[in-house]
Nanobody
Framework: QVHFVESGGGLVQPGGSLRLSCAASGFSFRTYSMTWYRQAPGKERELVATINVDDSTNYTDSVKDRFTISRDNAKNTVYLQMNSLKFEDTAVYFC????????WGQGTQVTVSS
């Protein structure tokens, strides 16, 4: 059964940094593109960043040059380093496949506030 456990969120001031982690299980992690998503209050879930099996990456425009996605196949874990955080980055962050499974983790809350 596919399972995701996200962690690392918290309260941070604008301009601050956080590193999110997502431990995945139940599938062959190294053979899948992995994606971080986020959902802000009252908004649809949106794609934030993707890392492919060849370690190539893609980012939504609003986080380019601020966020970095990475993966550790030995640990079945995907990371999201978030720098220069803005108020509009406040959301619950989730990981899943680039073509997401129906099973989602609980997410990790990121709140950017002064």
């Amino acid at each position: 059964q596919v399972h995701f456990v996200e962690s690392g969120g918290g309260l941070v001031q604008p301009g601050g940094s956080l590193r999110l982690s997502c431990a995945a299980s139940g599938f062959s992690f190294r053979t899948y593109s992995m994606t971080w998503y986020r959902q802000a209050p009252g908004k649809e879930r949106e794609l934030v960043a993707t890392i492919n099996v060849d370690d190539s990456t893609n980012y939504t425009d609003s986080v380019k040059d601020r966020f970095t996605i990475s993966r550790d196949n030995a640990k079945n874990t995907v990371y999201l380093q978030m720098n220069s955080l803005k108020f509009e980055d406040t959301a619950v962050y989730f990981c899943n496949g680039r073509l997401p499974w129906s099973s989602w983790g609980q997410g990790t809350q990121v709140t950017v506030s002064s």
